[in-house]
Each structure stands twice: as C-alpha cells, then as structure tokens.
C-alpha cells in the first residue's frame, strides 16, 4: 500500500443511516455533509427489508470531529432513524466495480491471469476488450485497477462501499 493510499484509508470514514424512504432525504443529509465541508466520495442508498425504510452508506474524508457532529446532526433529522460510523472490526464492507480493459493477442492471457489472482470474473467479452467484475474491499479494488492499468483501462464502474454490522449488531 503506498503512502498517500494508506493516509486516504486512515482519513477515510463509512457512515450508516436508516433513513425513511421518501423524496427529499438523500437532499437533506447530503446539505449536511455540505455545509461542514465534507466531500462525499461515495453513496449508495437501497431499500431495506421493509419498504418503509432505506440504507444509506456513505463514504467521506476528513476531521473525525467534524464528522461526529455530522453524524449528530444527521441523527437529528425526522426521517433519520439511525446515524452511525462503522470501523473495520465491527463491520464487512464490501465493493463492486466493473473495469473494462483492452485486448489484443499479446495481452490477453496476462490479463486473465490478473483477474484470475484477484478472484474476479469476466462478465463481457469482445475481440478488443474484456469487462471484468470484482468485489471486495476498496483497497484490493485499488490494487487490482493498479495492474490492470498497465493494459489500458478503457472504463472503470465503481459502486462505492456497502457496510453491514457483524454479529448481532445492528447497521
């Protein structure tokens, strides 16, 4: 892991929040994150098992305090159910991405081989290019991408972090 992928990991936060489902909530939360500077890296948000309710993971960098009070502002909300951070021992977060490579004869092989040491699988391919569709954690996606690069990325997909609470503990 080089040294600026190691600081990003470490300044590098995963947020949950049950949230109502209704219009007008992703707004209200990311205005939040908004007005206190934070950028949003990524975002995914799906139903949960009752209709009712939506999963928010949200992934940010920056000052831990101010994120902690985002989180209470967050938490605040009338449609906000729950607001927590996860770290890494209390949760799984996982990744998708789909990273579409060039192709000709002279590199086809190296680059199954890639996919192959990085449990992925190809989902697409033409006489030119190779799709491929990986999941796991942010930096194993990094380390993949790194390799893959050197083959020509013609495009990269990233779905952002899912998180979920190990163990009986809610996320």
């Known amino acids: 892991m080089t040294e600026l992928q190691l600081q990003r990991s470490q300044n ?4 949950s929040l049950l949230v109502a489902n209704k219009p007008g909530v992703l707004l209200r939360i990311s205005l939040i994150f908004s ?11 799906s139903p949960t098992l009752d209709g009712r309710f939506s999963r928010m993971t949200i992934t940010a960098q920056g000052d831990p305090s101010i994120l902690e009070q985002i989180i209470k502002q967050a938490a605040k909300l009338v449609d906000v159910v729950h607001a927590t951070e996860h770290k890494d021992i209390s949760a799984v977060q ?36 190779l799709i491929i569709q990986a999941t796991g954690s942010s930096e194993k996606l990094d380390a993949m991408i790194s390799f893959l690069s050197e083959y020509g990325i013609i495009e990269l997909v990233r779905t952002g972090k899912i998180v979920m609470a190990r163990g009986k503990e809610k996320t």
Do not use: C, M, W, Y
């Open 12 to 15: 590098s936060h995963t947020i």
């Open 35 to 45: 007005r206190r500077g934070f950028n949003i890296e990524s975002l995914v948000v």
């Open 94 to 129: 996982k990744e998708l991405a789909l990273v579409k490579v060039k192709l000709n004869p002279e590199t086809t092989g190296r680059v199954l081989q890639v996919v192959e040491h990085f449990k992925a699988t190809t989902v697409d391919l033409t006489s030119n290019s």
